[in-house]
């Protein structure tokens, strides 16, 4: 009995540890979802809302402009902002203080609607466009070749907006966005990718606030530095994002070359004017980098007289990098763009102070190696459509090329820091990432790689027709041998039938090619669109001064191709037009026709003034040197009585030269003056003995003589005084006295005749 009750009391207790076991679980089960659903419910509603309300009093107290202050200080004192490298070594300008003014035109022609008698737009600065249009919400892209200043102009933007100016800038939101980040592959839209790149130093409900005012100034640049896909989508973006805050101000940037017009954007468009490297703004640049006030006017002075120089300065890219191979003592200039670059390269990787130790420490690596590595990282993510990589790419490609770079593994980190750091052609643009100094500087490395690698025709003839690789192919024209880039020339013309492109690449390469420009050159005068004309300005050698001269020098032409010929030539470098034009004087002068080749050099001398200034002088001298041997040889024809000898030497000279007044009168009295001339020698010889018939006839000739005399220049006294030396001459041959007295008298009465002619008015010479 004891025993089944203390069984039952067991089971009992078993049972309700059971239960209270349970019940203790489901306490516990209830409870974490419980503390579950109220953490969700905190960090849904209760936090956000806290944190909502935190900010309202924190914005009310001032807090969004002290945010905005703070955020503008750490924009002008970041550095990827506020400097560019342009040159050598350490030197960078800092924007903020040293900047080229760019100007803008107030519309974007396509270059297939481009025609060289478009006349120069009006421009205008960005600042005075924002000034005028902010509140309107400015929908605005910019675009320009490569080199001309985009980048440097939204940076620039970018601190101006920065900057502690109330009246200028208070509210204003600068937001400054690299859109080539955008190619990571993680999808983000634009919305998103400016909060992330904001977040650090904004919150994104400041931002957002600020977009739904209208108070923000997003400048996006490099839309060209996306392809495919990601520049579509991107495009989308921006459209969708400048509809839904449509009173801000948007600014993009773009290359021209692969632009399409959007038909449905609200854009407007805008190009950067070619820079005029003489005006002031530029002079401030060039001040900025040359110290020695005699070195700036030196390299200025240079600049005036170097046509072709002073073109390639247009772009703020190309001034800047002639600016520091002019610094680094290279007197001589190189004459392509390609060259330039390749001095450039040359000298920011070997640095040129080495002989003076300055930076021998800094230089632990072959400069030969660093080139091959910047040629295969230019290639290998250029051809991935990138232009930023991680520094784990980068250490990745060493790791690649250790074997060919001759360095360790352990060394790559080194390398890679000492080019970063002490050559400049790679630069980390923020954090981790990495990018070329210059979108150019990659393009030349891609060019530079294919030619080493003998690819020519493996990548470059089927991209012909990419506008990605435009920049590319150019430079590759332009370091190619002669013969396997006129290769390269002729399969744009005839895959393509693309002149103008294979007229700039022609312009690019190393000399001139004469099969080429005999192709290309006509086609380019019919053309006559401002994209022939840059083609035959950049190609600009004797060829195509020679077809310009000659479009101008035809008599019965379009008044535009007159025009068309004009525009090309004042463009033109002044050298090659002054060649061209004494080769013509040349021929002329060899044929004696030294009247046209005064008329040539004076036609052209406009287009080379300072050239052929010289030669117009000589040429004048000369000209008037003949004048006088020709009228003195035929003066002399006459005394001797050789009319028609005078008559062909002033023939001559007709044929060749336009004659003087005083000659044309001579030439046309000529022969009523040989039937006078005998008639009044007849009668001064004559041996007639009746004195008064004899005077009679002399007088009567002389008045016949006198009016031919007058046209000529013969001078008159002379032509009496010879008569006199005539009749002095037989006096003394006379023996008899009767013959004697006879020219005795006629000499007397042609000395009356002289006498009483002194009182006439003298015409002759």
Not at 209 to 220: A, F, P, T
Not at 519 to 538: C, F, G, T
Not at 542 to 560: I, K, N, Q, R, T
């Amino acid at each position: 009995m004891w025993c089944s009750f203390a069984r039952v009391v067991t089971g009992w207790s078993r049972m309700r540890s059971l239960v209270t076991g349970i019940l203790l679980y489901l306490l516990g089960v209830g409870s974490a979802a419980l503390a579950s659903t109220l953490k969700e419910y905190m960090s849904k509603q209760m936090f956000p809302a806290l944190r909502r309300r935190i900010y309202a009093v924190y914005a009310r107290l001032g807090g969004h402009e002290s945010l905005i202050k703070r955020y503008k200080r750490l924009q002008l004192d970041n550095n990827e902002v506020k400097l560019m490298r342009v040159g050598y070594k350490d030197v960078q300008i800092d924007i903020s203080k040293q900047y080229i003014k760019l100007r803008l035109t107030h519309g974007f022609i396509p270059p297939s609607q481009r025609d060289s008698q478009t006349k120069q737009q009006p421009t205008f600065s960005p600042q005075e466009l924002l000034q005028k249009q902010r509140g309107f919400g400015l929908r605005l892209i910019i675009l320009g070749h490569p080199g001309f200043g985009k980048t440097t102009l939204l940076k620039h933007l970018m601190l101006t907006y920065s900057q502690e100016q109330p009246i200028l800038t208070l509210g204003f939101l600068p937001i400054l966005l690299f859109l080539r980040r955008l190619r990571d592959g993680k999808g983000r839209d634009l919305l998103q990718f400016m909060l992330d790149s904001l977040a650090a130093s904004l919150p994104a409900q400041l931002v957002v606030s600020k977009l739904e005012r209208g108070e923000c100034l997003i400048l996006l640049d490099g839309l060209d530095e996306l392809v495919g896909d990601d520049q579509r989508r991107i495009v989308d973006d921006i459209r969708e994002l400048s509809s839904r805050y449509s009173k801000n101000t948007f600014i993009v940037t773009s290359r021209i070359d692969g632009y399409a017009r959007d038909a449905e954007s609200s854009f407007k468009e805008a190009e950067i004017a070619p820079l005029d490297p003489l005006a002031d703004e530029a002079k401030s640049f060039v001040s900025g980098v040359l110290d020695a006030r005699d070195l700036q006017e030196r390299f200025l002075e240079i600049l005036r007289a170097d046509t072709h120089l002073r073109r390639l300065a247009e772009s703020p890219l190309l001034l800047g990098l002639i600016l520091f191979i002019y610094k680094e003592n290279e007197r001589q200039f190189p004459r392509k763009r390609t060259a330039i670059y390749t001095t450039f390269t040359r000298g920011m990787l070997r640095y040129r102070d080495e002989e003076r130790l300055i930076y021998a420490y800094r230089n632990k690596f072959d400069s030969d190696y660093k080139d091959l590595f910047l040629r295969k990282v230019a290639h290998g993510f250029f051809v991935s459509g990138a232009s930023e990589f991680t520094r784990s790419q980068l250490l990745g490609k060493i790791s690649g090329l250790s074997h060919e770079l001759h360095i360790d593994e352990q060394e790559g980190a080194q390398f890679l820091d000492e080019i970063v750091k002490y050559n400049g052609l790679l630069q980390n643009t923020h954090g981790e990432h990495f990018s070329f100094a210059h979108p150019t500087f990659q393009e030349y490395y891609v060019a530079k790689e294919i030619k080493e690698t003998s690819t020519v025709r493996e990548e470059a003839y089927r991209r012909i027709a990419d506008p990605a690789w435009t920049e590319v192919i150019l430079f590759l024209s332009g370091l190619l041998d002669l013969q396997v880039s006129e290769k390269l020339i002729e399969f744009i013309i005839e895959d393509r039938l693309n002149y103008v492109f294979a007229g700039r690449c022609l312009a690019h390469a190393r000399a001139s090619i004469p099969s080429l420009s005999s192709r290309i050159v006509p086609r380019l005068l019919r053309d006559q669109s401002r994209e022939a004309k840059q083609a035959l300005v950049e190609i600009g050698d004797a060829f195509v001064a020679e077809s310009l001269l000659a479009m101008l020098d035809d008599s019965s032409p379009v008044l535009d191709d007159r025009s068309f010929a004009a525009d090309c030539l004042r463009e033109l470098d002044t050298k090659v037009i002054a060649e061209c034009v004494m080769r013509r004087v040349e021929e002329l002068r060899a044929k004696h026709c030294i009247r046209d080749a005064y008329k040539t050099v004076q036609r052209f001398s406009g287009f080379a003034e300072k050239e052929l200034h010289t030669e117009r002088s000589r040429l004048q001298e000369e000209l008037a040197v003949w004048r006088k041997t020709v009228k003195k040889q035929a003066v002399a024809r006459v005394w001797e009585g050789d009319f028609s000898g005078a008559e062909a030497a002033l023939r001559l000279f007709e044929s060749t030269e336009e004659l003087p007044d005083d000659l044309s009168r001579f030439l046309r009295v000529l022969p009523e003056l040989e039937l006078r001339w005998k008639e009044w020698w007849w009668a001064i010889e004559s041996d007639v003995d009746d004195e008064g018939k004899a005077n009679k006839r002399i007088r009567d000739a002389w008045h016949l003589l006198d009016p031919a005399l007058r046209a000529t220049p013969l001078p008159r006294d002379s032509v009496l005084e010879l008569a006199g030396r005539f009749c002095e001459k037989k006096i003394h041959q006379q023996m008899s006295p009767v013959p004697r007295q006879r020219w005795v008298r006629r000499q007397r009465l042609i000395q009356e005749v002289s006498s009483a002619n002194r009182l006439w008015p003298q015409t002759g010479t």
